[in-house]
Structures are given as C-alpha cells and as structure tokens.
C-alpha cells in the first residue's frame, strides 16, 4: 500500500559528498516523521536523523555538521545531504516513516506505522 524508494548511495572518497533521497509512493495523504538509519557491516541499525512534518530536525551526534536532513512534503520525498564523509560512514541506509496516514476505501483513511525502504549502499574509500 505504501512504499518507500531510498537511491543516491554509492562510493565516494573520504571527504566527499553523498545525497540521499527517499521517495513515499501510494495514496498518501500524511507522512508524520522521517528519519534516516544505518547499518555498517557486523553491527546493528542506528538512528541517524529524523525530521518532523513541521520541520524539526534531530541529529544523532556523529553526524552533526556533516549531515542535513531535509523533506518534501508536496513530493512526499525526505534526503539526506552527508558532506566530509568518512569510513565509519559505510554502511545501508534507510529511511523511516512512523507513520504514514492513507486513503482506505472502507475506512477512508488509515494510518500504516514503522514504515521501512529497502536501504541504499553508501561506501566510502580511505
């Protein structure tokens, strides 16, 4: 019913710069929270930037000044600006909706909760 599309992941050279991107698709009519999230190799997801609907954005402290989160609301789309990137920067990255508010034909709407993409490969060379 609701899916989310992150791209942008690739290779890049320590120092340099990556966007991401995540698109929501489906009868959408409110997307509450976004986040970013990460998995490096071995180790557990970790949370890494949320923005609210209004705009309010949280950073998780190793990201701080190197990360931006940004959405749009009208394209249902979130990104994630990472400049100086690093190696302990390696790693998929996915981005969350809590929840996300839809068209329901016999409810007329419905919320879908924890929403997930499949991830995108960020790798950084040293």
């Known amino acids: 019913q609701v899916q989310l599309v992150e791209s942008g992941g690739g290779l890049v050279e320590a120092g340099g710069s990556l966007r991401l991107s995540c698109a929501a698709s489906g009868s959408i009519l409110r997307i509450n929270t976004m986040s970013w999230y990460r998995q490096a190799p071995g180790k557990q997801r970790e949370w890494v930037a949320s923005?609210?609907?209004?705009?309010?954005?949280n950073y998780a402290d190793f990201v701080k000044g190197r990360f931006t989160i940004s959405r749009n609301n009208a394209n249902r789309s979130a990104f994630l600006q990472m400049r100086n990137l690093n190696t302990e920067d390696i790693g998929v990255y996915y981005c969350n909706a809590d929840a996300i508010l839809i068209r329901d034909q016999e409810m007329g709407a419905k919320e879908l909760y924890d929403n997930w993409g499949q991830g995108t490969q960020v790798t950084v060379s040293s």
């Open positions: 923005i609210t609907n209004g705009g309010s954005v």
